[in-house]
């Protein structure tokens, strides 16, 4: 979703980088603040590998920053970026307190609902308000279902029976709910993609792989259900 706003807008010619708040610990908070706002490569510090680097939003000037999963942004984080989306200048995390103006378009993703965020402190108050301009809902991939087919089509790049799916993989992968979105149906492609010792891949092929026990577990299950739904009711998934 980032991606398509981000070749949507009068941006799209600029860059569009990515920032997943959710890659840092809770004891990682200056790394989190350096790699936005940058490390001053005099700092002071020794054997800090961050000095001396821009920060994500020096290098997003004039593009599009989409920021994911912001319910992990810290306090301290939010703080600073308060200064950017005021238009105002910001300083680096450490070292040399040169003033900083970054022009960016943000794109904030979040799996909570924000008001409900607001309400347990998840966010400052003011950093709330400033990022519910517009926001867009998207449900989660078991609420649309016809996206799936889709989505394969894409992760492998090209038509499944090239890619190598077989007919109960793929009617297993329709069925299934996906309680981890588009990101666990992409990291499972991927997944079966780097198993290269396996031509064709099925339900039966799918311990070989690389891919994690419970969810095939999952995808047998979703299976079994599609069968028996598809015996009582004419059920069937079409690409």
């Avoid at 002071?44 to 680097?53: A, D, E, S, V």
């Avoid at 070989?208 to 095939?216: D, K, Q």
Wanted: charged share 25%.
């Amino acid at each position: 979703m980032g991606g398509w706003l981000h070749l949507q807008s009068p941006r799209r010619m600029e860059h569009l980088f990515r920032f997943n708040a959710g890659d840092f610990a809770t004891d990682q908070t200056f790394t989190m603040v350096a790699r936005l706002l940058g490390f001053g490569a005099n700092s002071g510090f020794i054997g800090i590998p961050l000095k001396g680097q821009d920060g994500v939003l020096k290098r997003a000037d004039r593009g599009t920053l989409f920021l994911d999963e912001l319910e992990s942004l810290s306090k301290e984080a939010q703080t600073a970026l308060l200064l950017v989306l005021d238009g105002k200048p910001f300083y680096p995390a450490a070292g040399e307190p040169n003033e900083i103006r970054s022009n960016v378009r943000f794109v904030f993703a979040m799996n909570r609902d924000l008001e409900a965020s607001l309400t347990s402190g998840v966010f400052r108050e003011d950093f709330g308000h400033r990022i519910k301009m517009l926001q867009i809902w998207l449900p989660p991939l078991t609420g649309r279902r016809a996206d799936i087919a889709a989505l394969i089509a894409y992760f492998t790049r090209n038509a499944r029976s090239q890619f190598g799916i077989e007919e109960d993989l793929f009617k297993a992968m329709m069925a299934y709910a996906w309680p981890g979105n588009v990101r666990e149906l992409k990291l499972f492609i991927k997944a079966i993609k780097e198993c290269k010792s396996i031509a064709r891949f099925n339900l039966t092929n799918l311990d070989l792989t690389l891919v994690n026990p419970v969810l095939i577990r999952g995808l047998r299950a979703a299976y079994d259900q599609y069968q028996i739904a598809r015996k009582a009711h004419r059920l069937e998934f079409r690409e």
